[in-house]
T-cell receptor, first 115, second 112 residues
C-alpha cells in the first residue's frame, strides 16, 4: 500500500513533442505528490508538485494532472527539449505516525529527447 | 541562500567497516531526511530528523543511525558495511516538517 508505480520505464520523444509519464498510488493518506528530475551523478531536483485538492497544476512547460478517484497522476512536458533528457521520479508523501513526511518514490522514467 | 550540501561526494570502504556521511541543510530548514538510492532505482527513505530527534524510520536495520545537530546539519552513520550498502546516499532538507524536500548532490558509497 506504500508503493507508487511509475510508467513507462523509458521514453523517447522527438524535440518539440509532448512527454507523458504516469504514476499510480494506493495509499489514500498521501496528500502531496511531487515530481523530481535527476541528471546522472546529481541529486533529484524538485520540479513541480501538487496536492489532491486541485486536478491540474502548470509551471512553464511542465504540467501535473491529478485524478483523485483513480489514484493516478501524470507529468506532461510540453515542447520537450534535449536538455530535458534525464530520469524523472514521481513521489508521494503523507504525514506518518511519528510525524515524518516520508517520500515514497516511483521506479523512475529515463526520458530521452531526440534532436 | 545556500542549498543542501553533502560530504564527501565519493567514498570507497571495505566490507565490515563503518562510515559517516555529512549533510548541511538549506538555510531556514530544520528537518533533514536521508535516502538510499541504488543504481537504477528510486530513492528509499532511511529516516528523518526534526529538532535533533529521529521522528520516522524506513525499513533499514539499526546499523543505520543518524544525528542532527543544533544547527540542523546531520550525519548518517552505517556500521558493519555490506556490499549491498553500495549506493548513492541522499540528504534532503525541508522547512518546518513540510512536504517540500530539497535534495543534496548525494554521496556515492562503494563497498568492496
Amino acid at each position: 500500500q506504500q508503493q507508487v508505480k511509475q510508467s513507462p520505464q523509458s521514453l523517447i520523444v522527438q524535440k518539440g513533442g509532448i512527454s507523458i509519464i504516469n504514476c499510480a498510488y494506493e495509499n489514500t493518506a498521501f496528500d502531496y505528490f511531487p515530481w523530481y528530475q535527476q541528471f546522472p551523478g546529481k541529486g533529484p531536483a524538485l520540479l513541480i508538485a501538487i496536492r489532491p485538492d486541485v486536478s491540474e497544476k502548470k509551471e512553464g512547460r511542465f504540467t501535473i494532472s491529478f485524478n483523485k478517484s483513480a489514484k493516478q497522476f501524470s507529468l506532461h512536458i510540453m515542447d520537450s527539449q534535449p536538455g530535458d533528457s534525464a530520469t524523472y521520479f514521481c513521489a508521494a508523501s503523507g504525514l506518518g505516525l511519528q510525524g515524518a513526511q516520508k517520500l515514497v518514490f516511483g521506479q523512475g522514467t529515463r526520458l530521452t529527447i531526440n534532436p | 541562500e545556500t542549498g543542501v550540501t553533502q560530504s564527501p561526494t565519493h567514498l570507497i570502504k571495505t566490507r565490515g567497516q563503518q562510515v559517516t556521511l555529512r549533510c548541511s541543510s538549506q538555510s531556514g530548514h530544520n528537518t533533514v531526511s536521508w535516502y538510499q538510492q541504488a543504481l537504477g532505482q528510486g530513492p528509499q527513505f532511511i529516516f528523518q530528523y526534526y529538532r535533533e530527534e529521529e521522528n520516522g524510520r524506513g525499513n533499514f536495520p539499526p546499523r543505520f543511525s543518524g544525528l542532527q545537530f543544533p544547527n540542523y546539519s546531520s550525519e548518517l552513520n552505517v556500521n558493519a558495511l555490506e556490499l549491498d550498502d553500495s549506493a548513492l546516499y541522499l540528504c534532503a532538507s525541508s522547512p518546518l516538517r513540510q512536504s517540500e524536500a530539497f535534495f543534496g548532490q548525494g554521496t556515492r558509497l562503494t563497498v568492496v
